[in-house]
């Protein structure tokens, strides 16, 4: 069984089949999936399908692109959202150089205002990093101690700042663009970081695998990653299954 670590099953894109597809995730063999917020109001209904479905779960947290919306008053709802039993992490938070919608200094300051509200609640962080490797890392590297843990969601950098994340106890999470033949960065990162620091994602509805074709990315193909991983380490799928699956109960306690 795998879990797609990484969705966005409150898009609007999921309206019309959202209910058909999670309920018929088990029997394809995906035991859960991380339905993940990004602004206030996906991470409430992010939370109100795990409250829904028993296998699926929530984080909630505030997209740097979303984060110029941000006060006081949303770290206090976070903090609210997060005493929720089917609420497992803080995410998707980071930086965000690619839009630039949002100033670099506001990215920022609420990047580590929602770190420290992970510390607070005991959660884990999922991180967004887009064009902003090294900054992404410093902010995490100055906030860090034993109470600091996560995961680089849809991991965008190489091998060698990889391995620093690792050092760190961080995971790394491979999405479907493993699967391009122009991906040669993250395919070296995939067969290169060991097993037991990786997890698997969609980040569906986007980011759909090559062997899917042009259609909407969804949970199930999660499988085109896991399957990619094999490949580039040349070990059984079943063996990434276990371990990608295992690693993110550990991470999550789920």
């Known amino acids: 069984m795998l879990i797609d670590s990484h969705a966005h099953l409150d898009s609007e894109r999921f309206n019309k089949d959202r ?8 029997r394809e063999g995906i035991e859960y999936v991380i339905t993940s917020g990004s602004s206030m109001n996906s991470s409430m209904e992010a939370l109100k399908i795990a409250r829904k479905y028993d296998n699926i779960y929530a984080t ?21 959202l997060s005493k929720d039993k ?45 064009k902003a490797n090294q900054d992404t ?24 700042l990889a391995r620093k994340y690792v050092e760190m106890g961080f995971y790394i999470s491979i999405s479907g663009p493993v ?12 067969k290169e970081i060991p097993l037991k620091y990786l997890f698997v994602e969609t980040d569906s509805p986007s980011l759909t695998p090559g062997p899917a074709g042009r259609r909407r990315n969804e949970p199930l193909f999660v499988r085109y990653v896991a399957v990619e991983i ?3 380490k040349g ?14 109960k550990k991470l999550y306690g789920i």
């Not at 930086?95 to 609420?110: A, C, G, T």
């Not at 843990?149 to 060698?160: N, Q």
Request: hydrophobic residues 40%; charged residues 30%; contains cysteine.
């Open 179 to 190: 699967t391009y033949k122009s991906a040669t960065k993250l395919k070296q990162v995939a």
């Open 230 to 232: 094999a490949y580039l």
């Open 60 to 80: 909630v947290g505030i997209h740097p692109c979303c984060t110029d919306e941000m006060d006081e008053n949303s770290i206090d709802e976070l903090r609210k």
């Open 137 to 160: 890392f410093d902010i995490i590297k100055e906030h860090m101690d034993e109470r600091l843990r996560g995961v680089l969601h849809c991991y965008s950098g190489d091998v060698e």
């Open 19 to 26: 209910d058909r597809l999670i309920k018929d995730l088990r």
């Open 86 to 130: 089917n609420v497992i992490a803080i995410g998707e938070i980071g930086l965000d150089y690619h839009h630039m919608n949002v100033p670099i200094e506001v990215q920022k300051k609420w990047f580590k205002k929602q770190i420290e509200l992970a510390k607070e609640v005991g959660l884990p962080i999922v991180v967004h990093d887009r």
């Open 235 to 248: 070990v059984d799928v079943d063996m990434v299954e276990k371990i990608t699956t295992n690693n993110v």
